[in-house]
């Protein structure tokens, strides 16, 4: 018995039926998509979180924080940094080493300098830091606290207060079975990557250190906390790292599960649980769908959102603590509590002490709901291919028509069988399936003909189409500090302009140069480049998801329409101008844009003046983002330049013809 793909009846239905669905089907693939991942917000598709890692054990931890001693000394601390900065615009190291010091922590200090291509000379920094010894312990492994105390952050003097404050209680416990070492930086993520490539023996790249004096144990968990007021009443929680990185789902349950233990709320990108804020959100479907949405945002912006950020790309789980005492939109408390981040850090430091191996159990990909929910790999992902499933039909779709028999399309009319097929002993078969009437809309081929296919295409007369937009992104991608150190020398503009300018250049470039070359394609060409530009669309976009889903899903749903129905338009001039419209409005300048603006719209509730306002954050985002590949690892820009870009490239050549 043949099987469903070797028997030439079965292709040829088969092989039928895939551009019927291209026909029919296709356009609704997109709105399938969305509104299957708008239900995964509901109560009956969420999972509740658990913990993996039994060691952990949240549930044994009981606060042993001394309220009355301990907010005496924060409040003191909280005056002193205050008038430091006042005096000084600065809270100096050397006061930071003396307090560490009066608690009794060995206390060091780590030099670096970072250069890139992109400032004039280098930037040099210092971190403090030091170390409480494991008193039940060999100092094989280690826990970091870490803040910033930069003096253009208001939040720095209530910051190293409060670590202050936890250093001095946690010095004088003897359960600990691991280091605690407890770093200040003044440059952000920057300083700390210094000190974690100092800590690892790093010593290559653009950012340069002095090996650090004294060190711990491998570290197992880091905590970056953020207190913005004297006496925070809420714990935000973030996770998200460089390039849409997540930690490790378990370390985030147990945020939650000791903050709500001890009655402490707790927030996920500035969202309370619907229980929390109950009187502000009736509808618990639209509060967990928009927090689900603001995760969606946060992991594909890529950036780093805290000092967590730069620990996931060594493999060590880290989360930030930001300490509030209100959020937007009035939100209703219950049961708040004056020491709330001090309790919670407390709780989070005595589970991480009984960790007996590295986070590895719980989840890595996941989106959060809330901070009892979250939504599994296993659910978002069928939507995300429901999606993508438009571009991967036409891909089958336009490659039947390719090697259909006769060079014709896959809706070539069926033939007379051939001598081989008129021996064979199956008249009856053939008779009965040739008066089978048809669709109307479906292509049809004949069984008979099935094993007729043409051998396959030659991409090689097409090679300097495909080559030429992998050249330009490459050429952009490796000029980028060349031309733009040159333009900034010569002209004296500011780096922010210039690398704005010179991506512009190369943008109208890749617009300009097709229309020199785009009319020597024809019919059966065209059909060979998109197919081509398909398969690389769909397996980037694929591999994109297992990196940063949220970032492969916001572009599947903004491209993968655009790029399934653009196709040569045989003379119609408006539907070349609307293919044409339709490329420009998915180009990774216009995409980037969009997102920067929605991101800073939405999220972080800024207010433009006008359009020029929206370019200069553009341009903010630009820098960062190149500058982020030299410091931090941040691979966006190689991504657009080495990948989407050409890929964009292939398509416009469609839509030009």
């Known amino acids: 018995k043949m099987g469903v793909l070797t028997d030439p009846n079965t292709r040829g239905v088969i092989l039928n039926t895939i551009p019927w669905i291209d026909a029919k089907l296709s356009r609704f693939v997109l709105l399938i998509g969305i509104a299957w991942f708008v239900a995964l917000s509901h109560k009956s598709m969420e999972e509740n979180t658990y913990i993996s890692e039994n060691s952990l054990q949240p549930g044994m931890v009981r606060s042993e924080y001394s309220k009355h001693k301990q907010t005496g000394l924060t409040i003191q601390d909280h005056t002193l940094y205050q008038e430091m900065i006042k005096q000084f615009t600065d809270i100096p190291l050397s006061e930071i080493e003396l307090r560490l010091r009066s608690i009794g922590l060995e206390v060091y200090r780590q030099s670096y300098n970072i250069t890139h291509p992109y400032i004039e000379g280098s930037i040099s920094g210092t971190n403090v830091y030091g170390i409480i010894r494991a008193p039940r312990g060999f100092s094989t492994e280690a826990l970091v606290l870490l803040g910033s105390i930069d003096p253009k952050d208001p939040a720095a003097p209530y910051t190293a207060s409060t670590i202050m404050s936890l250093c001095d209680y946690f010095r004088g416990k003897k359960y600990w079975a691991k280091d605690i070492i407890v770093l200040f930086t003044k440059d952000g993520p920057l300083g700390v990557e210094a000190w974690l490539r100092a800590y690892h023996g790093i010593h290559s790249g653009s950012i340069t250190t002095h090996p650090l004096p004294a060190s711990g144990g491998s570290i197992q968990a880091a905590v970056a906390l953020k207190v913005h007021s004297a006496n925070p009443q809420l714990v935000d929680v973030r996770f998200e790292g460089i390039n849409g990185q997540q930690t490790n789902l378990d370390l985030v349950n147990t945020v939650s599960w000791i903050s709500k233990r001890m009655g402490i709320p707790v927030s996920l990108h500035d969202m309370l649980n619907p229980h929390y804020a109950e009187p502000i959100f009736p509808d618990r479907f639209l509060h967990m769908l928009k927090s689900s949405l603001r995760g969606v945002a946060e992991q594909a912006r890529c950036y780093p959102n805290g000092l967590h950020s730069v620990f996931l790309p060594y493999h060590i789980e880290a989360i930030t603590l930001e300490g509030k005492s209100a959020v937007e939109d009035d939100v209703y408390y219950y049961n708040s509590n004056n020491n709330a981040i001090i309790k919670t850090c407390e709780g989070v430091f005595r589970s991480l002490n009984n960790l007996l191996e590295r986070f590895h159990q719980s989840y890595f990909f996941y989106l959060v709901t809330s901070s009892d929910t979250y939504i599994s790999i296993g659910l978002y992902l069928p939507p995300f291919s429901v999606i993508m499933a438009g571009p991967i039909i036409r891909f089958l779709c336009l490659w039947m028509s390719v090697t259909s028999p006769a060079g014709g399309s896959a809706s070539s009319t069926p033939s007379s069988p051939t001598t081989n097929d008129k021996r064979k002993d199956s008249n009856t078969s053939q008779t009965s399936e040739d008066s089978t009437p048809t669709k109307p809309d479906s ?156 991101y800073q719209k939405l999220i972080l509730g800024l207010t433009f003046r006008g359009f020029a306002h929206i370019l200069i954050r553009y341009m903010e985002v630009l820098n960062l983002g190149i500058v982020g590949e030299y410091t931090l690892g941040m691979w966006q820009y190689g991504f657009v330049c080495l990948v989407l870009f050409p890929q964009w490239q292939l398509f416009w050549h469609l839509a030009l013809l």
């Open 443 to 598: 292509p049809v081929i004949s069984p008979s003909r099935v094993e007729q296919w043409q051998p396959l295409p030659s991409f090689l007369p097409l090679a300097p189409i495909f080559m030429i937009p992998h050249a330009i992104g490459i050429a952009t991608y490796a000029l980028t500090p060349y031309i733009v150190n040159y333009i900034h020398n010569s002209y004296g503009l500011d780096y922010t302009i210039t690398i704005f300018m010179y991506l512009s250049s190369w943008f109208i470039v890749s617009l300009l140069l097709p229309l020199f070359y785009y009319h020597t394609i024809n019919t059966a060409d065209w059909r060979l480049i998109k197919c081509f530009a398909l398969v690389l669309y769909t397996l980037t976009i694929f591999a994109l998801s297992m990196l940063n889903f949220s970032l492969a899903f916001m572009l599947a749903i903004l491209t993968s329409t655009v790029v399934r129905i653009v196709e040569p338009t045989g003379g119609n001039q408006l539907s070349k101008f609307r293919n044409m419209i339709s490329m420009l409005f998915i180009s990774p300048p216009a995409i980037s844009l969009c997102i920067v603006y929605l």
